[in-house]
């Protein structure tokens, strides 16, 4: 069975090994209560920078946990091809599916973007908003093996996104009346960068624009696919045909 996996928030290094460090807050509650860890079990932790650390509890009390640090793995898991998706903002429990589904299959950023038919929140609660997905990520990462925690981009305009990849021909656009299908594009290359739209998709001035950037818009399907289906099926199929390489 493998070993629960937890985020560190302490930087570590390898000289950190047999050092002990305590652990507080959600992650020992999660630890003693929730998972009933006992004194000698392993667990392995991470920082978000790449690797990973076997340790082992020596100590549980009310309030925090210690471990000891042992040796340090530099395993990767990060996906052969270095995708960002840039997301429209959608109802909130379903753009907390996408970050949570996208980090598992490997995204390597998530950008969250303003489209004309976005839902929008306040900005104080937006800001609230970008955090609580940076934690899912986290989440995501502890479950699925990632060492590497992608960074999840303050909310904005998709118009600013665009601005400041004036040419963007790494990109693509999921626009269910573009010409040319989604397989057809990423077999002659994966993008850097992949657009979805919001409940309602992209507007025709929203593709236009993105068009005359140099953005390739393309299709997935006869079918009208929801915002969360198109961003987690698009990645799926990117993690179907990679072979989990180094990272390109």
């Not at 020596?58 to 340090?72: E, L, M, Q, S, Y």
């Not at 093996?145 to 992608?150: D, I, K, S, T």
């Not at 656009?173 to 010409?179: R, T």
Request: charged residues 25%; negative net charge.
């Amino acid at each position: 069975m493998r070993a629960p996996r937890f985020f560190c928030t302490t930087p570590l290094s390898v000289d950190d090994q047999g050092r002990e460090l305590n652990i507080a807050g959600e992650t020992a509650r999660h630890v003693a209560q929730a998972l009933r860890m006992r004194v000698g079990d392993a667990l392995t932790l991470f920082t978000g920078d790449g690797g990973e650390f076997v340790a082992e509890i020596t100590r549980i009390d009310k309030r925090d946990v210690a471990v000891r640090i042992g040796a340090f793995d530099p395993v990767e898991r990060e996906a052969s091809h270095a995708v960002t998706l840039v997301q429209s903002i959608i109802a909130a429990d379903m753009m907390d599916l996408v970050v949570r589904k996208s980090v598992e299959l490997g995204v390597a950023a998530i950008i969250p973007v303003i489209a004309a038919r976005s839902q929008r929140s306040p900005e104080a609660r937006e800001a609230k908003r970008a955090e609580r997905w940076r934690q899912i990520a986290i989440a995501a990462c502890e479950q699925c093996g990632r060492n590497r925690v992608p960074e999840i981009a303050e909310i904005g305009p998709l118009s600013a996104w665009l601005d400041s990849h004036a040419t963007s021909r790494e990109a693509l656009m999921l626009a269910p009346d573009a010409s040319i299908s989604y397989g057809a594009t990423i077999q002659r290359s994966v993008p850097r960068f992949i657009i979805v739209g919001p409940e309602g998709g992209f507007t025709p001035q929203e593709c236009g624009e993105a068009e005359r950037r140099g953005v390739t818009l393309a299709r997935f399907g006869p079918r009208v696919l929801r915002a969360e289906t198109a961003a987690l099926a698009a990645l799926s199929v990117i993690v179907a045909i990679e072979d989990d390489a180094a990272p390109t």
